[in-house]
């Protein structure tokens, strides 16, 4: 999941959701939450008309928005990794020769949420 997000608008979400092997995400942006759809090797972000991220106030609202469209799971990341980060440490283990062991980071929380 490197680089851009292509814009969707709320019309092409739909399309989007009916795809296979599809994932949904809650992204926490600022004081909201931005709506990603990843498939194809590929991530789409729900834009506004006038061209911004869609932003959500809360979960509560993503929630309602995706069952409205049928979502049934989806996953929340309350915060990302930066990419200089994550070269620092990818040239830190190459320089010592060292692939440490793989444990969950701090900065990086996420959930799922499943509903029946």
Known sequence: ??????????GQ???HLKVAKRKVR???????FILQIEHSDLVYA???QRGTPRLFKNLTTV???LKGR????FT?????RSTDEETDKAGAEAATGKQGK???????RTLSFDED
């Open 26 to 32: 809650a992204v926490a942006h600022g004081v909201g």
């Open 13 to 15: 979400v739909g399309f």
């Open 102 to 108: 793989r444990t969950p980071s701090r900065q990086s």
């Open 70 to 73: 049928g979502v049934k799971r």
């Open 76 to 80: 929340v990341i309350l915060e990302q």
């Open 46 to 48: 729900l834009y506004t």
């Open 63 to 65: 929630a309602s928005f």
């Open 1 to 10: 999941m490197a680089g851009a997000d292509f814009p969707i608008t709320d």
